[in-house]
């Protein structure tokens, strides 16, 4: 996931965190938006400030930490079948 994307509203953050919430993942990868030259994104407006991006991306990534958490602890104990190739 990528927060910080240029013109996403808290309204829009929220959304997404309702979306981890209601998904219950057990791993999950989340970045920062990162402009690039030459890109749609670049040009795109209104940028999202380097603060907001850095607080919205901590918190996605602690509600996701302790969703890969529960997820761990859920399986102390269980034998789970093992596929090799």
Same mark, same amino acid.
Request: glycine fraction near 8%; include cysteine.
């Given at each position: 996931?990528?927060?910080?994307? /240029? $013109?996403?509203?808290? +309204?829009?953050?929220?959304?997404?965190?309702?979306?981890?919430?209601?998904?219950?993942?057990? =791993?999950?990868?989340?970045?920062?938006?990162s402009?690039? /030259? $030459?890109t749609?994104? +670049?040009?795109?407006?209104?940028q999202i400030d380097e603060g907001?991006?850095?607080?919205?991306? =901590?918190a996605?990534?602690a509600?996701?930490?302790?969703?890969?958490v529960?997820?761990?602890?859920?399986?102390?104990g269980?034998?789970l079948?093992?596929l090799?190739?």
């Amino acid at each position: 996931m990528i927060v910080g994307v /240029p $013109g996403e509203t808290d +309204a829009d953050f929220e959304a997404t965190l309702d979306l981890v919430r209601a998904v219950n993942y057990a =791993a999950c990868f989340s970045f920062k938006y990162s402009r690039r /030259p $030459g890109t749609p994104g +670049a040009a795109m407006v209104p940028q999202i400030d380097e603060g907001v991006k850095s607080e919205r991306l =901590a918190a996605l990534q602690a509600l996701l930490n302790d969703q890969q958490v529960a997820f761990n602890e859920s399986q102390i104990g269980r034998t789970l079948p093992v596929l090799f190739e």
